[in-house]
Nanobody, 124 residues
Framework: QVQLVESGGGLVQAGGSLRVSCAAS????????MAWFRRAPGKEREFVAA????????RYADSVKGRFTISTEHAKNTMYLQMNSLKPEDTAVYYC?????????????????WGQGTQVTVSS
């Protein structure tokens, strides 16, 4: 059974940094694509970043490009999202997602396993 568990969210001041993690289990990682999405209060879920498990291919939303870095650590079966220069508009629940395919997609429908989410709050 595929299981994704996020951790590392919290409260941080604008301009600060935070790293959220996604521990994955129950599936073969190989070249599977994984991603981070977020949902802010009153807004639609939006794509943040995606990566092929091998780490070879990554993709970012324009709003986080240059500030966020997605990565994987194979030995720990964990995906990370390093968030720097955080802004109040980055406040959201962050979800990790796994695809059964290899395409590094920005579409939520391409991912079929989701974590429970972790709250990130950026104060101004």
């Amino acid at each position: 059974q595929v299981q994704l568990v996020e951790s590392g969210g919290g409260l941080v001041q604008a301009g600060g940094s935070l790293r959220v993690s996604c521990a994955a289990s129950g599936f073969t990682f190989s070249s599977r694509a994984m991603a981070w999405f977020r949902r802010a209060p009153g807004k639609e879920r939006e794509f943040v970043a995606a990566i092929k498990w091998s780490g070879i291919s990554t993709r970012y939303a324009d709003s986080v490009k240059g500030r966020f870095t997605i990565s994987t650590e194979h030995a720990k079966n964990t995906m990370y999202l390093q968030m720097n220069s955080l802004k109040p508009e980055d406040t959201a629940v962050y979800y990790c997602a796994a695809s059964s395919g290899t395409v590094v997609s920005a579409q939520a429908d391409d991912y079929n396993a989701w974590g429970q989410g972790t709250q990130v709050t950026v104060s101004s």
